[in-house]
């Protein structure tokens, strides 16, 4: 399977990985794509944090921060 065809809709994404953190850049077409990038790294095992202040976002995009014991 191509890898295009699962890319939310970043161009050259560069991912670092040093301990739990995971620090990324890019291009993101738009702020869904931005928001899915981050989630896609912060749900792989072992990854206690993601940076990617990197990416300049032009979009407001704000995170919430779950722990346990928080419902929805």
């Given at each position: 399977m191509p890898r295009e065809k699962n890319n939310p809709g970043v161009t050259n994404l560069t991912v670092a990985v040093q301990e739990e953190t995971v620090t990324l850049s890019g291009t993101a077409k738009d702020a869904a794509a931005f928001e899915k990038t981050v989630l896609i790294a912060g749900n792989v095992e072992g990854v206690a944090k993601v940076e990617a202040?990197?990416?300049?976002?032009?979009?407001?995009?704000?995170f919430v921060l779950i722990k346990a014991g928080d419902t929805l």
């Open positions: 202040a990197a990416f300049g976002a032009a979009w407001d995009s704000s």
